[in-house]
């Protein structure tokens, strides 16, 4: 009778104390990889996304025309492991826009054809079905995977300058970003390839993210009349700025040293948060490293 | 007459205010720069040494034989900048130990003949010279270079039991460390390739440094008869145990992802030293990355 009435109390103890806390844990589960450039895992509880996957060996591409250092070979540096264990736990994969340094033939190659695909939109859609993917869906505003809600956000990949040329504007093209949302509430935020625009700030109010990945690398294009804001993705100064806005989030910084047209590097932006002061909210994650929020 | 005073307060108020703060400031002035590996720069004021310069390719050597993963070749990864931009402004140069991971063929070629070059014993003094370098200088216990100081601290490059080994012991050999002090008092360590032994303690204790250069690689031997304690340098849980030990000092993590024989690389530190919460007293440098202290 002591036992079951010790065995009763222990029960109650744990759904009490182990019980909720346990359960809420696990529903705030984040944890995020870093692969290379912009191609990452987040991952949830059980559920892995894949993010941008781009797994071409280096220098097996010319660098991007009219941008920075456009006479290097992208990428400039390998995979920190084989692609099958990158894909080893995925299980969607979200492609925020089709540049070469976001998706290509290796990963396409690579990838399981009927793997639930997101997209931004029909024209992206199409490409992707054209690559052999049978299970492709266009994101929609408010959307969910498992038990995790995807919200998307808005982009602008260059200036309003760049975007004024029919050709550059169309290069650039359209991007989405995404607000992961976890079962526990918890929020990481993919920025996109963007630079700093109203839609930024109105994200950053909307979504009040508790982990911000920011696209860091400044990729610039290279023409004399860009000269004064070549830019088109973020910079350091961009994420100085995140963490100014956001100063209880985590900013993870990626998108930097593999491809040409990269303005910044990890080293830069080491020296820089350091500099800073700010070291502390910034991550600069290693090629394969994992952190967990 | 009134410029006469105002120019007289002026100069007096410089002396008063900016002076002393920005001689001790001066003189308190360290910075390190992460080349590749073991290979560092270290500053004091405008004294710069190159510490234990490996210049080769991606490639160009064996493994070493009888360590972990011994089949891959030497270095694993490239420099980060020409080796012209690397001795751009080296004054000294100082070895720890001749090991192939510390100095090389590449190195001897490219660095001028008569810099002042460092080295612990007659053995790799003569070894130096033999390389045609003709300004060799065993270190002393106690030293100077410039306005720096150098005082050297000793290291055990492996366990008791293979320095045993005759054959081992003799290709373990021995390493220096050094503790630079710059003329304002501050202390950086160069630990050296160590494990954690009495020696540590020690040194910890007699110099208290505020910058502490740990190889933090976890190199280790291959062999059966060593598989409880293969180590020969520094590993994750001695950095560590190293942030616990001197809590208010800066750890330095260098000696990874380079050589075949590293069982710890970058972003496994960071991954644990993010767990564990010392994030912020553990600094791990990109290749190429600046630090002043």
Same mark, same amino acid.
């Given at each position: 009778?002591?036992?079951?009435?010790?065995?009763?109390?222990?029960?109650?103890?744990?759904? =009490?104390?182990?019980?909720?806390?346990?359960?809420?844990?696990?529903? *705030?589960?984040?944890? @995020?990889?870093?692969?290379?450039?912009?191609?990452?895992?987040?991952?949830?509880? $059980?559920?892995?996304?894949?993010?941008?996957?781009?797994? %071409?060996?280096?220098?097996?591409?010319?660098?991007?025309?009219?941008?920075?250092?456009?006479?290097?070979?992208?990428?400039?540096?390998? =995979?920190?492991?084989?692609?099958?264990?990158?894909?080893? *736990?995925?299980?969607?994969?979200? @492609?925020? &826009?089709?540049?070469?340094?976001? +998706?290509?033939?290796?990963?396409? *190659?690579?990838?399981?054809?009927?793997?639930?695909?997101?997209?931004?939109? /029909? /024209?992206?859609?199409?490409?992707?079905?054209?690559?052999?993917?049978?299970? !492709?869906?266009?994101?929609?505003?408010?959307?969910?995977?498992?038990?995790?809600?995807?919200?998307?956000?808005?982009?602008?990949?260059?200036?309003? #300058?760049?975007? %004024?040329?029919?050709?550059?504007?169309?290069?650039?093209?359209?991007?989405?970003?995404?607000?992961?949302?976890?079962?526990?509430?918890?929020?990481?935020? @993919?920025?996109?390839?963007?630079? +700093?625009?109203?839609? !930024?700030? /109105?994200?950053? %109010?909307?979504?009040?993210?508790?982990?911000?990945?920011?696209?860091?690398?400044?990729? #610039?294009?290279?023409?004399?009349?860009?000269? $004064?804001?070549?830019?088109?993705?973020?910079?350091? /100064?961009?994420?100085?700025?995140? !963490?100014?806005?956001?100063?209880?989030?985590? !900013?993870?910084?990626?998108?930097?040293?593999?491809?040409? &047209?990269?303005?910044?590097?990890?080293?830069? @932006?080491?020296?820089?948060?350091?500099?800073?002061?700010?070291? *502390?909210?910034?991550?600069?994650?290693?090629?394969?490293?994992?952190?967990?929020?």
């Amino acid at each position: 009778m002591k036992r079951l009435i010790f065995a009763a109390f222990l029960a109650l103890a744990i759904s =009490l104390i182990g019980g909720p806390g346990l359960s809420s844990a696990a529903n *705030d589960d984040l944890s @995020l990889q870093h692969i290379r450039n912009a191609t990452i895992k987040l991952t949830s509880g $059980d559920t892995t996304f894949l993010i941008d996957p781009m797994f %071409a060996e280096v220098g097996a591409y010319e660098g991007f025309p009219d941008t920075y250092r456009s006479w290097l070979r992208n990428p400039l540096t390998p =995979l920190p492991m084989s692609v099958k264990e990158i894909l080893d *736990d995925v299980d969607a994969v979200i @492609l925020t &826009h089709t540049h070469l340094d976001h +998706w290509d033939k290796t990963a396409q *190659d690579a990838l399981p054809k009927d793997i639930p695909f997101y997209v931004q939109n /029909e /024209e992206d859609a199409k490409a992707v079905r054209g690559h052999g993917f049978t299970n !492709v869906r266009i994101m929609k505003e408010s959307d969910e995977f498992g038990k995790v809600k995807l919200d998307r956000t808005a982009t602008q990949h260059g200036s309003k #300058a760049m975007y %004024a040329d029919p050709d550059l504007g169309k290069a650039l093209g359209e991007v989405m970003g995404v607000v992961f949302t976890t079962p526990g509430g918890k929020k990481a935020w @993919l920025v996109g390839d963007t630079i +700093w625009f109203a839609g !930024v700030d /109105e994200a950053l %109010a909307k979504h009040e993210p508790n982990v911000i990945i920011v696209n860091a690398g400044g990729a #610039a294009m290279s023409a004399e009349k860009y000269k $004064d804001a070549p830019e088109i993705i973020m910079d350091k /100064e961009d994420v100085r700025k995140m !963490v100014e806005k956001m100063p209880k989030s985590d !900013v993870v910084a990626i998108h930097m040293d593999a491809i040409n &047209h990269m303005t910044v590097d990890r080293k830069d @932006l080491a020296q820089y948060v350091r500099e800073h002061g700010i070291r *502390d909210k910034v991550l600069i994650p290693f090629d394969g490293e994992k952190m967990n929020f």
